[in-house]
């Protein structure tokens, strides 16, 4: 999930906006909660789960947004003034490192310490 803030400089501060990146599974109970999703304000993308078929070996399911959440964030980084990043990947450490270049703050909300 990517959620940019225009500024926090208190409790009453505006989300600018948000976007939820998900693994579109085709299943009825998914799309209810895109429905969901989508009421209360983020946008969302999605896309189809890639199949990876090596030969000898089993598939490999692959389901990465890192790109797009990267490239989403250089594209509105003019909008906000703090990014809000939950995720524990560290494949955003050259994102989040070129957004403080330009006196981004981001705040990353992970499961890892």
Known sequence: MWMPTPSISGPTSDVVFGRYYQVDFQAQGQGKCFT????IGFGLVTKLIKVIQNQGENDK??????????FDAAMDSHLFDIAVLFS???????????L????KKVVIISPWK
């Open 61 to 70: 399911q692959k389901g990465n947004f890192d790109v797009e959440i990267s």
């Open 36 to 39: 969901a999703i989508k009421k």
């Open 100 to 103: 403080q270049k330009i006196g």
């Open 88 to 98: 524990g990947d560290s494949d955003f450490e050259y994102m989040v490192s070129g």
